[in-house]
């Protein structure tokens, strides 16, 4: 194993024996997983030398030294799909997609494989900082020791997810692992980011994973996020999450930005938010969404199953009570899913409802909203404007995470 | 099921205090024993002669506390976090100790603060420091901090002691105002030690690593920049008039009276006796008692998380102890060890707060450069870099406070 630490500083000779420079930073192809350039410092300036022309490569003899005819070039700095482990790598924030968070490199381990130095691992724990701090001041031999006795925590190179330089994505497999996680997982992870770690992920994932994870982010967080993001992806985001959620989120933004990003998205999404919006947050107007199924207080059950297959997989999460409407959309009553289930499916729907008297109004008050829950046990709450017209549901949920997060 | 903990008038100052922001809050929790002792000790030994300090003291104050707000609202990270990405480990480390060395003796003086309170009441340092420390330290691992600092919060209103006793002792306001626009430098050790003690305790170094992480953990937006430094702006000018009142206070009362060296919180109490008479001691006491406790909250949780942070190790009260050992540890280490230097025998309490302060003054030229460093870079900052105004003065205070280092080493190797 070698370690970065030991590896930079180390002074390069070429193959007449005359020191030809210092190793400044190593470049990675990145999808290779394997040094492909040494990045020399020569007297103040920056050079470089394929790592194919390195003829031997030991830290432990603090040399390196490279193979006969092989020239010095010019550094043009990093190209697409590489990455230079010091200035990219090293001291940055990059997420663990294994333990699902977010670390700093302290060093990076590599390996000799044959003709090849192969990137193993980046370094989080004590050991790793230990290395760094003491490289160059105690013989690399005591280091050695010193540190293989302390705890050594690594993040294998393949779990390691970070923020490709320069470029507005992030590594393939990284989204791929990313998109895998939960999304309160991945909630967590942009909380712990910095603002352009955070922007970097976000818009490397696709519009929908981000909508989920945004979902599961703090209220101040989702407003950071969607702030700084560019209007139309963030349209695209916002298209994706349940128009409530969307509505809180921009509800947050400042006027200028609310209006930019209800333009850009489409005009069935931003109408509906446009409506959310109007109503105050802590109202049941603001609580509720506006995304639900209904049924027609004159189907039979199994018109309602049915009707029921055709419907968008992102509602049925919510669907465990149903709300009925007369022809006028008013509401008629509400009846349960499991009841549904288990009747025959020629019945009329309206046998297995009960009378809705427990809705509430869209401008009733959040406390109100809370004591219907709790005092009916409800699971869904239906909400109706002042002539009894069904203008939303307000699920649990809903009421849970807005009194988990406080007023 | 929904009714608050508190009901009436404590819920309404409870919201008032909820819409303190960062800024605010740091700089009450500015004004700790150190600061208290510190502007108490100007007053009385050079009564208002050095109120001239304030004036440019309060520009700084208000400039690098804006730098780190805007450095946290548009980075989205701590500060340490910055000078570790910034400037490797090594530099991160070496930084990180200096700051947990100050950090240390800012926290021991706010045991200080705590036992010298209770000393006046007639409360023994034994048995106030080791349970203002299991407290705290409970309070952090176990309770809720967020409530305790609301109630804090509240309860430095008792700085507005300070104003109304200087007004009832009749100062000699001509001579305040004039004193406060004529600058007057003492020139021997003592002199620039206390120069550099009053600006270390005003802009002290922890509070900018403290305010840049409140910042990034409140998710400020670029788009709040103008109500953040309004909240900056106002927090620094309360922060330095609660020092300019104490001074005058104690000038107006005890440099008076000729009483130049204050020797026990007895002695500082005294410039409370205009407003509350015989219970100035009482008085002084709870107002020391809180800011000491307050900060001692927050300087070894702050301390940890900073160095905890700079150094890549896991960190945050949200965290379980098994996530992350080392903040936990670290933070208990700073309040035994700071806890445990008071109680050491025939220590004596004022010199240690007195110290710690100028132990700030030193380190914050050291922190300013970093700052400067970093807030100029366009990659990091885009068009949020300083402006020509901010550099000069941030500059300038940096060579001031190095020059005042080095007057105050210079003076003191002419006099031994």
Redesign the interface.
Known sequence: MVHLSEVLGLPVFDADGARAGRVDDLRVDSLRGAVDRLVLRVRGEVRSVPWSAVESFSPENRRVALAEGSAVEDWRGAEPETICLKRDV????IIDTQGRKV????DIALEIAGEKLVLKRVE?G?AG?VR??LAGVISPRLLRRLADGLSQQGIPWDYVGMVEPGSTRIRLKVHQQLAKMHPADLADILED????E?KEIVSALDPETAALALSEA?P??Q??VV??MHVDRAADLLEEMPPDEAADILGD??EA?LQAVLDAMEDEDAEEVRELLTFKEDSAGGLMTTDFFQAKADWTVGETLAMLQKVDEDLLPDMDEIPLVDDEGKLFGIVPLVRLVRAPGGSPVTSFMRREVRAVTTGAPF?EV?ERF?KYHLRALAVVDEFGDLKGIINIEDVLSRLVTGD | ??RRPWTGLAARLATLVAVFGPGMITSNVDNDAGGIYTYSVCGARYGYRLLWILLPVTLALIVVQEMCARMGT????GLA?LI??EF???VT?LLMMLLLVTNLGNAAADFAGLASAFEVLGVSRWVAVPLGAIAIWWLIVFGTYKTAERVFLIACLVYFAYPISAFLAKPDWAEAVKATVTPSIPTDTAGFAMIVGIIGTTIAPWMQFYLQSSVVE??T???DAKRVRLDVILGSIVAVLVAFFIVVACAATLHKTGLTEIRSGADAAAALAPLAGAAAKYLFAFGLAVASLFAACILPLSTAYSVCEG????AGVNRRFKEAP?FYWLYTAIIVLSAGMILMPRIPLLEIILASQIGNGLLLPVVLVFMALLIRRRELMGEHVNGPVYNAVTWTTTVILVGLALAMVATSFSSA
Do not use: C, H, Y
């Open positions: 090293l001291d940055r924030q670390v700093r490199v302290n989080v004590l900082a760094r701090l980011l910095g603002r352009v955070r703090e101040s967080v407003a950071a702030e700084a933004l400042p930005r406390r809370v709790e | 099921m929904l548009v980075t989205g990270k976090d570790r990405e490797g480990l090594r480390f409140a998710e937006r670029i788009s150094l890549g190790l896991e080392e």
